[in-house]
């Protein structure tokens, strides 16, 4: 599985931005789709995932500014950023798992997308 992430740069506060994530090769293996992010000196963290079912999971601190959503037909992932802050800098990584959680020894992983958000 390829994973093609695409739609990071720079923002100001209070902004949006959409980030794509596009898969391909054995997409039939795919259930979970999400993003995580790394901050510089800070762990990778999970930011929204999405179940091939349409379950969604949110981090708490993006809840209600961040909407991820699912085309399977497409085997396409997005991610719709509002009310962005200066916390959302960081280097956003579209994920993906065979299974309904994303894992992150066993997921597939895309190239991160630098999300800055500066004013």
């Known amino acids: 599985v390829q994973l093609q992430a695409s739609g990071g740069g720079l923002v100001q506060p209070g902004g949006s931005l959409r980030l794509s994530c596009a898969a391909s090769?054995?997409?039939?293996?795919?259930?979970?789709m999400g993003w995580y992010r790394q901050a510089p000196g800070k762990q990778r963290e999970l930011v929204a995932a999405?179940?091939?079912?349409?379950?969604?999971n949110y981090a708490d601190s993006v809840k209600g500014r961040f909407t991820i959503s699912r085309e399977n037909s497409k085997n396409t992932v997005t991610l719709q950023m509002n009310s962005l802050r200066p916390e959302d800098t960081a280097v956003y990584y579209c994920?993906?798992?065979?299974?309904?959680?994303?894992?992150?020894?066993?997921?597939?992983w895309g190239q991160g997308t630098l999300v800055t958000v500066s004013s």
């Open positions: 994920a993906a798992d065979r299974f309904s959680t994303i894992v992150t020894s066993r997921a597939y």
């Open positions: 090769g054995r997409i039939f293996s795919i259930n979970a």
């Open positions: 999405i179940t091939s079912g349409g379950s969604t």
